[in-house]
């Protein structure tokens, strides 16, 4: 009886820990935003940069970033990166988003990106841009430099 005891009991304990196995990975997504960066920079039609030359034809200091919603103005987030001359935009992840950059009054630009899911990140959303679009013409990325080529 003693025997028959440890037996069952030894068998209930080998199917606890083998119904504890699992061969899915759990994958935690983290709890904070995790903003999406958009590199830009502005030029004219012969490539000349507009807003990082020694005489740029904008100031990339009073320039405005902003998301319309509800006809309020929502400020974006940006930083200006020296190293790369481009503006870098902070953006909640989504799959489309329209922003609009002001360089100076009545000199104002609509922004659209749309990104894909980034599969190896899954089942977190995190978005990789893979279209822009300025005022509805897509915008040409530079690879070496990792900066969209806005025109004006």
Not at 78 to 95: C, D, F, R, V
Request: aromatic share 12%; hydrophobic share 40%.
């Amino acid at each position: 009886m003693k025997k028959k005891l440890i037996f069952i009991l030894f068998g209930i304990l080998l199917m606890t820990f083998n119904s504890c196995e699992n061969d899915e990975q759990i994958i935690y997504c983290q709890e904070i935003l995790v903003l999406q960066k958009l590199a830009v920079n502005y030029f004219d039609e012969n490539g000349n940069d507009l807003l990082f030359s020694n005489n740029p034809e904008f100031d990339v200091e009073n320039i405005s970033i902003y998301k319309e919603s509800g006809g309020q103005k929502q400020e974006i987030n940006y930083g200006i990166n020296e190293e790369t001359k481009s503006i870098s935009i902070h953006l909640n992840q989504a799959p489309e988003e329209i922003f609009f950059i002001e360089l100076e009054p009545n000199v104002i630009d609509e922004i659209r990106f749309e990104g894909i899911l980034d599969d190896t990140r899954l089942p977190c959303e995190e978005y990789n841009i893979v279209k822009l679009f300025q005022n509805e013409m897509e915008v040409s990325y530079n690879n070496e430099l990792s900066v969209w080529e806005l025109k004006k």
